[in-house]
């Protein structure tokens, strides 16, 4: 359907006003919502992906893509509400470990997660053990996201495995780790439930944990 | 000693941070890249792939003049106080009309002049041979230290870092840090005894310990950090300062050490592709001379995926970068080197050459090496910086002009850049180098004189 390529079009333009439109006009032919986010918008996000993968484009259009796409699906999302329904959306934890003022890493996974459907809460850097802990009892996050760049801050993961244990949460969520130094095994030897080495994977680590489609190569962590 | 007279007043970069505009960080993030792009097209500044080494100074002097912009108009931004430091054009060409045009390492028969160099300059670089924090083990920190401090090409040396200290996890912010960063100053001193050169500087003491707490408790002249030494205070993201690192800034400059600032923003990332970045990150070099009061400046622009610099892209980049302050400042430059490929691979012999050859043609001091992409532990030694060092002082022997150097480049940049991706990840240090002796592997060794051999034939004679 040609409603479908031109959404997708206008994410890889990043072009607002066009995304806003078209999901009005999805809209007022009766397109199914959910259809029109996963055919339209998110097709566009995914060549968006690529291309940055490729650096045949950089951070700055990847953003303004997202936003784009963001604008188009809250058309949907207040046509939902307004008919007392939602797109339901499942929810990451995301932050750079204590310590740690990487966050370059973390913020290319948010902007992919989020032009993936996910709620992603930004806890931001240098985040305390202690706060992804307060931050899980206040949200219950299907998943959790953390990021750490130096050995002497993933030294704080398992220090979060313990206390996510210790508080009785740990099987309530989903816990995925990813970074320079983390590696696959060892992401699994501290008891993680995923890693994944870029942003890409990060997204089909996510999907798969929460129980959407998707997979990864280091997902078996 | 420094002569605060000749630096911006560091009060008042304080009181910038606590009154500057409130800003949300995203928001000053997408500003730098849309002024960036902005601005590459208003002085029409052009990444070209086969002008690695761009001959053209007026597109370097425009880079230059873009950065100014940028710099005036995007500011500082302080994520602790999410405010934005402003400088004025006057308060920047007084600094950079101020700065001191030289900076001494090391002590007595080591000590080192540091000088702003200038494109095709026919002095020799200064070569600060650096372990780049690469993790080891506690019982390999000294050898490998030692295999930098030894060479010598060698000006001054710095160190890897320990994850582990007496079986305890090296953990930020905790006492642990405290007691593993002075055992790393002690060491690397220790290392530079053992080397025969008990006096050389160290141009960064402290690796292990990041925190301002754990690295200010390691400068101490008793664990063996000298006058003449020195450390780094970084730019944590693009244009970005801390408090943490601030804090670090007000303890350097009243101390007899160094302070060399650290840049190293992504191409890719939040200021776009080449052009962005390199005029993002002559930019950096206000925010350390004004920010930092930085006596001289390191940069280690990156590839956001690739985690290295030397595809083609970014030896572009160091190069106008490099010519644009050299043309324009007198800036103390050091240009630091970030391999794909391991160590005693033939690539990165090829990495390490093309590396040096365009900082050094391009009016950069020398800094090598990160090897690997900076990621694998153990995998570093002296070899690399000594490699980078020597085609550094053979690209001054030669007397080489942008335009030779380029086509040499150029070469070898279709040698390697395929493999960039899947660059090979070399050998650990024990098993390039001979433990008894501290010396490279016969097979390191020849692997250096091979390529040596290759280069010739290019043109390039290293003896
Ligand atoms: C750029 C950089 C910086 C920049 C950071 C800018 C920023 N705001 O992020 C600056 C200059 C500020 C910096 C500062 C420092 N750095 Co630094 N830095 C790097 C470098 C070169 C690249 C990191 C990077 O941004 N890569 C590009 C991004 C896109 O990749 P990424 O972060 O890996 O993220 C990708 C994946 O890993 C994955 N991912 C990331 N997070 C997550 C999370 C999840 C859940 C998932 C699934 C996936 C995922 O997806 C991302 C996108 O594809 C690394 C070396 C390296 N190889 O990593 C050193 C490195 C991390 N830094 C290091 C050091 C020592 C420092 C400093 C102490 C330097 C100093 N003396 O001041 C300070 C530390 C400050 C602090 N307390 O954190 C060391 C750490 C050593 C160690 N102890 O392990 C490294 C390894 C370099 C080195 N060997 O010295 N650094």
Redesign the pocket.
Request: net charge negative; aromatic share 8%.
């Given at each position: 359907m040609d409603l479908f390529k031109e959404m997708a079009k206008a994410v890889i333009e990043g072009d607002e006003e066009q995304t806003v439109s078209l999901a009005k006009e999805a809209l007022a032919k009766g397109v199914d919502p959910t259809e029109a986010i996963e055919k339209g918008f998110a097709e566009g996000m995914k060549e968006i992906g690529r291309l940055f993968e490729t650096l045949e484009i950089f951070l700055p259009q990847v953003i303004i893509s997202a936003e784009a796409m963001t604008a188009g699906v809250e058309i949907f999302r207040h046509y939902l509400l307004g008919k007392e329904g939602d797109i339901p959306k499942k929810t990451v934890l995301?932050g750079t470990i204590q310590?740690?003022?990487?966050?370059?890493?973390?913020n290319?996974?948010k902007i992919m997660l989020e032009s993936n459907g996910f709620k992603v809460y930004d806890l931001g850097r240098d985040v305390p053990v202690s706060n992804f802990i307060e931050k899980v009892k206040e949200l219950n996050p299907d998943l959790i996201?953390?990021?750490a760049?130096?050995?002497?801050?993933m030294v704080h993961m398992p220090k979060l495995m313990e206390a996510l244990q210790e508080s009785g949460l740990r099987t309530k969520v989903k816990i995925?780790?990813?970074?320079?130094?983390v590696l696959p095994e060892w992401a699994k030897k501290i008891g993680a439930d995923?890693?994944?080495?870029?942003?890409m994977?990060?997204v089909r680590?996510a999907k798969r944990l929460v129980g959407l489609q998707g997979e990864g190569k280091g997902d078996k962590a | 000693m420094r002569d605060h007279g000749k630096f911006f007043d560091f009060l008042e970069v304080i009181k910038r941070a606590e009154s500057g505009e409130i800003l949300k960080e995203a928001d000053f993030d997408k500003k730098l890249g849309k002024k960036a792009l902005a601005l590459m097209k208003q002085y029409e500044i052009r990444y070209h792939p086969e002008s690695v080494i761009p001959l053209d100074d007026g597109l370097a002097d425009r880079v230059y003049q873009a950065a100014v912009d940028l710099f005036l108009d995007l500011g500082v931004y302080c994520t602790d106080t999410q405010r934005v430091m402003r400088f004025t054009k006057e308060e920047l060409q007084w600094a950079l009309e101020n700065v001191p045009r030289d900076v001494q390492y090391g002590r007595e028969e080591e000590t080192v002049s540091v000088y702003p160099r200038k494109v095709e300059d026919p002095r020799d670089p200064i070569c600060f041979f650096s372990a780049?924090?690469?993790?080891v083990t506690e019982e390999m920190f000294l050898p490998v230290a030692r295999s930098y401090a030894q060479e010598p090409l060698a000006d001054t040396f710095s160190g890897p870092?320990i994850?582990s200290y007496k079986g305890i996890p090296v953990t930020?912010g905790s006492p642990i840090e405290v007691e593993a960063a002075i055992w790393n100053t002690q060491m690397l001193r220790e290392a530079a005894r053992q080397s025969g050169r008990p006096h050389i500087g160290i141009h960064?003491f402290q690796?292990t310990g990041?925190k301002t707490d754990a690295t200010i408790a390691s400068a101490q002249e008793g664990f063996g950090a000298f006058p003449g030494d020195g450390l780094?205070?970084?730019?944590?993201?693009e244009m970005k300062v801390d408090f943490?690192r601030l804090k670090k800034v007000a303890f350097l400059r009243q101390s007899p050490y160094v302070l060399g600032a650290?840049?190293?923003p992504?191409m890719g990332g939040y200021a776009g592709g080449p052009e962005g970045t390199a005029i993002a990150l002559v930019a950096h070099h206000f925010l350390g001379l004004l920010g930092f009061s930085a006596e001289r400046h390191n940069s280690?622009p990156?590839h956001?995926h690739h985690?290295c610099n030397t595809v083609r892209e970014m030896l572009w980049l160091i190069s106008i970068v490099g010519q644009a302050l050299a043309r324009n400042t007198h800036l103390i430059i050091v240009s630091n080197a970030?391999m794909a490929s391991g160590p005693c691979t033939d690539m990165v012999i090829d990495e390490l050459c093309a590396h040096s050859l365009t900082s050094t043609i391009s009016g950069w001091h020398l800094n090598p090496s990160?090897v690997v992409?900076?990621?694998y532990p153990m995998r570093c030694s002296g070899m690399e910086p000594r490699i980078h060092a020597e085609v550094g002082h053979q690209v001054t022997k030669m007397g080489f002009t942008r335009r030779e150097a380029n086509q040499i480049v150029l070469k070898l940049i279709e040698g390697y850049e395929k493999r960039i991706p899947e660059a090979p990840i070399g050998k650990m240090f024990h098993e390039c180098y001979q433990m008894d002796k501290i010396r490279p592997t016969d097979e390191y060794e020849s692997l250096f004189a091979k390529k040596k051999k290759e280069w010739r034939e290019l043109g390039f004679e290293v003896s």
């Open positions: 995301l310590g740690d003022v990487h966050d370059i890493g973390k290319i996974v996201g953390v990021s760049l130096m050995t002497t801050t995925m780790l990813g970074g320079a130094p995923g890693y994944g080495e870029s942003a994977e990060a680590v | 780049v924090g690469t993790p870092l994850t930020s960064n690796s990041e780094f205070v970084a730019a944590i993201a943490e650290l840049y190293g992504l280690f990156i956001i985690v970030f990160a992409k900076n990621r």
